[in-house]
Nanobody
Framework: QVQLVESGGGLVQPGGSLRLSCAASGFIFRAYYMDWYRQAPGKQREVVAGIASGGGTNYADSVKGRFTISRDNAKNTVYLQMNNLNVEDTAVYYC?????????WGQGTQVTVSS
């Protein structure tokens, strides 16, 4: 079955950087659109960035110019490089894929931006 395992979260000061990773298995990774979502306390889950099988990318306006999504099809892994983090980026970050009409999510990784 589809499995997504995120890693790389942590505590960082404003202006700092983190790189999240999502290791995928159970489907033909290179063929699927992958995306990252986040959910802050008391807020709805929102999409952050997505990357198509061919490498095309999409970003939420709030992260454009600061976050970069990428993928390594040889490693079945999608990344989220996050730079110039601010306190509003604090959230649990989730990896997501839609395979054969079913949404699959990782367990999430906590990102906390605080001084």
């Amino acid at each position: 079955q589809v499995q997504l395992v995120e890693s790389g979260g942590g505590l960082v000061q404003p202006g700092g950087s983190l790189r999240l990773s999502c290791a995928a298995s159970g489907f033909i990774f290179r063929a699927y659109y992958m995306d990252w979502y986040r959910q802050a306390p008391g807020k709805q889950r929102e999409v952050v960035a997505g990357i198509a099988s061919g490498g095309g990318t999409n970003y939420a306006d709030s992260v454009k110019g600061r976050f970069t999504i990428s993928r390594d099809n040889a490693k079945n892994t999608v990344y989220l490089q996050m730079n110039n983090l601010n306190v509003e980026d604090t959230a649990v970050y989730y990896c997501h894929v839609l395979v054969r009409g079913m949404n699959s999510w990782g367990q999430g990784t906590q990102v906390t931006v605080s001084s």
